[in-house]
């Protein structure tokens, strides 16, 4: 069965604020990596539309071996993009849902194939509440926002995580890796 990983940026204060952070070549050859073993990546629309910045570097790619290699990456994984206003993704590899996150999610677990990742942070707090994660990927930078969208807004009970592996980077920055307790 496939897993679903919620994995997102942060700052240090626990907000969801892409201006907020500075990934370097570092961070942004290890999302590359991941998404090469990514088997969908799960989007809200506002995330979604953050992300299609990358067509534009996968069309003029800017030299910098991490930079454009994450701009392959993103453009080639299958995306699964949940909207009530999109019509179409403008995007060959992204599909609008459906169903329901529930219905979608349940789906894409059962079926074969490597793991899904949430990558927005209404979608992973939406997914954490239907008990439907499996794993976080915390990636949390060195920096405080001060103010922001919180990741963990709106979570309907007090869950409980196990710390199963970090990953420094050499920015500071750290991801957290932690399975739910159920």
């Not at 992300?51 to 991490?66: E, F, L, V």
């Not at 930079?67 to 994984?77: G, H, K, Q, S």
């Not at 008990?131 to 709106?154: M, R, T, W, Y």
Request: with cysteine; hydrophobic share 40%.
């Amino acid at each position: 069965m496939r897993k679903v990983i919620a994995a997102i940026n942060m700052t240090i204060d626990g907000y969801c604020d892409h201006t907020a952070v500075n990934p370097d070549a570092e961070i942004h050859q290890h999302y590359a990596d991941l998404l090469h073993n990514t088997g969908v990546a799960v989007y809200g629309r506002v995330t979604y539309q953050l992300m299609q910045y990358w067509q534009s570097i996968r069309a003029n790619p800017t030299g910098k071996k991490a930079t454009d290699e994450f701009a392959a990456a993103i453009d080639r994984v299958p995306k699964l993009v949940f909207s009530h206003t999109l019509k179409d993704t403008g995007w060959n590899s992204a599909t609008l849902a459906k169903g329901s996150l529930e219905e979608e999610l349940t789906a894409l677990k059962q079926q074969p194939g490597k793991d899904i990742y949430v990558c927005s942070p209404g979608m992973i707090v939406a997914a954490m509440n239907l008990n439907l994660i499996d794993e976080f990927q915390l990636c949390v930078h060195p920096v405080v926002a001060g103010s922001g969208l919180p990741l963990f807004k709106n979570i309907q009970d007090k869950p409980m995580f196990r710390l199963v592996q970090t990953k420094n980077f050499t920015s500071g920055a750290v991801i957290l890796y932690y399975e739910p307790l159920k």
